[in-house]
């Protein structure tokens, strides 16, 4: 049982999760908008808030946890100087998440998780 249990595992290792986290909120700060399973789109809207929250104070350090993250120039670079000031008015909510379609081969529900501005 999972109650009150803090995160998803997604049927993955803990590397693997992380790994997965990482290269998934690369692509949504390149594109703007990708689609995922739900359970992923869920678990990747509090990873990627966070990292927002803190990209919004545009500092130094800003970068530097941002790309302790990431681990790339520049999906960093962006975030930071171009999705994060967006929001510097808003107080989370940076995320939406759209359902939209049952996957064939699985029937995975799939949605489309956007930066919201």
């Known amino acids: ?8 595992k ?3 290792t803990s590397s693997h999760r992380k790994a997965l986290l990482k ?3 690369i692509a ?6 990708i689609e995922t399973t739900l359970p992923k789109a869920k678990e990747l809207r509090v990873y990627v808030e966070k990292l927002i929250t803190r990209a919004r104070l545009g500092d130094f350090n800003a970068h ?5 993250n990431l ?3 520049t999906s960093t670079h ?3 100087n171009e999705i994060a000031p967006n929001f510097k008015e808003r107080n989370g909510g940076y995320t939406r ?3 939209t379609r049952i996957r064939r081969g699985d029937a995975a529900e799939m949605a489309f998780i956007e930066f919201v501005a």
Request: no cysteine; aromatic share 6%.
């Open 1 to 8: 049982m999972r109650h009150k249990h803090g995160y998803r």
């Open 10 to 12: 997604l049927g993955r």
């Open 23 to 25: 290269n998934l909120a």
């Open 28 to 33: 949504l700060i390149k594109s703007g908008k």
């Open 64 to 68: 530097r946890v941002v790309f302790a």
């Open 71 to 73: 681990q790339d120039k």
């Open 78 to 80: 962006r975030l930071v």
């Open 97 to 99: 998440i759209i359902k």
